[in-house]
């Protein structure tokens, strides 16, 4: 199956400082990427969706000036978590689909462990 | 949006049967998934189901039931690997959402 990486795999953060997340789509070309994060014992939750070279769509709730998302390329998109706090702590997992083949089918990457300190 | 609904723990002996049931509402169905999450890692593909029938791959097949809003992962031959989260997802047009995940814990 399709391989989407993410870095780092864990970051710990002190409070009021930005981290970078990258997500890659490695042997497909991802025409739509998507952001979730999961809290401990609790499901993923979609944060956005982002299409290559155009503006995010985020979920109710999720602030767009906190949680910044770039998909430059159709293999890279980045969440940028801007002024954490210890509550942004999370689990965060992107996933790629591409747009042909087995198009219905999103891949996950290995998701991103945030601490805020 | 969703409401997705699926038991929240299950627990079964290696080599048994478990079925996993799994129940929506959404306005524009588009396609329902499993995935088998093991703690700390991210969420593998198992099924897909966008026709009403049953769907077999190995030891794991899927059921849905468009007209009920229903569908259920059925797991055989239980292995002790099997033991993981196990996520009912709906996609509605292009969005995809999760149901809170059944955890399954295979006991030898």
């Known amino acids: 199956g399709a391989v989407v990486s993410q870095h780092p795999s864990r970051v710990i953060c002190k409070s009021g400082t930005s981290v970078k997340i990258e997500c890659r789509s490695l042997d497909f070309q991802a025409t739509t990427m998507f952001w979730y994060r999961q809290f401990p014992k609790q499901s993923l939750m979609l944060m956005a969706t982002s299409n290559e070279g155009s503006k995010a769509t985020y979920e109710q709730g999720v602030e767009k000036d906190k949680f910044l998302i770039n998909h430059a390329s159709l293999t890279l998109s980045t969440l940028t978590v801007t002024s954490a706090h210890p509550e942004d702590s999370s689990f965060y997992i992107c996933?790629?689909?591409?747009?042909?083949?087995?198009?219905?089918?999103?891949?996950f990457g290995p998701g991103t462990r945030l601490t805020v300190t | 949006g969703q409401n997705i609904d699926q038991p929240t723990e299950m627990t079964a002996t290696e080599g048994a049967i478990v079925q996993i049931n799994c129940t929506y509402q959404t306005s524009g169905f588009n396609g329902l998934f499993w995935y088998q999450q093991h703690a700390g890692e991210a969420p593998t593909f198992l099924s897909y189901n966008v026709l009403d029938g049953l769907e077999e791959k190995g030891r794991f097949s899927s059921f849905l039931s468009r007209s009920k809003g229903y569908s259920y992962l059925l797991l055989k031959e239980l292995q002790m690997k099997d033991s993981a989260s196990y996520l009912c997802a709906v996609r509605e047009r292009r969005k995809l959402s999760f149901g809170a995940g059944t955890t399954v814990t295979v006991r030898a």
């Open positions: 996933s790629a689909r591409g747009g042909g083949g087995t198009s219905y089918e999103q891949y």
